[in-house]
């Protein structure tokens, strides 16, 4: 009998387990594969619009590309500029890194990654253009709170679809 009542609750703990396990794995698979929350979209957006104004106040064009919200991304990126085969410029944020990063991104990663393309634009299109003086100068117009020249982070995208 008591052999019995041991097993019950042996299987009882089991379950409760299995439950929690699941339940991680749902929520975490909730988080990656659903769109960013309104907030942090909201968020974004008015930074872009922010970036989208230097640039236009500093050089004149109105330079509106993409921008991706991406959990496809490799965790090492917070962002990238891609430069596709057929010229076209798009910029991408690591949604894998918002929920520990958002402020990093907002303050530092998104005006970096647009100076990236303002170079794609102006034809500086090897990976050695990368964090050139010329880009870090675009950067801190663009309002980037670092723009620092020596980080090395293969966020340069040249000839691919992107993320
Ligand atoms: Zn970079």
Not at 42 to 52: G, R, V
Not at 65 to 78: A, E, G, H, Q, T
Not at 97 to 121: C, G, N, P, Q, T
Request: aromatic fraction near 12%.
């Amino acid at each position: 009998m008591l052999l019995k009542k041991m097993e019950y609750i042996f299987a009882a703990i089991m379950l409760a387990a299995l439950i929690f396990l699941l339940t991680n794995i749902y929520t975490d698979y909730r988080f990656d594969s659903r769109p960013v929350s309104i907030q942090v979209q909201a968020e974004i957006d008015a930074k872009e619009e922010k970036i989208i104004e230097r640039i236009r106040f500093h050089y004149g064009i109105d330079f509106k590309v993409p921008l991706i919200i991406s959990d496809k991304m490799p965790s090492n990126l917070y962002g990238a500029a891609v430069l596709e085969k057929q010229g076209r410029i798009k910029v991408y944020i690591n949604k894998k890194r918002i929920k520990e990063s958002f402020d990093y991104i907002l303050d530092d990663v998104m005006a970096h990654e647009y100076a990236h393309a303002l170079m794609f634009l102006r034809g500086h299109r090897s990976r050695s253009d990368g964090h050139t003086r010329a880009w870090q100068e675009i950067c801190l117009n663009l309002g980037g709170s670092r723009c620092d020249r020596y980080v090395d982070h293969n966020d340069i995208v040249l000839g691919k679809m992107g993320f």
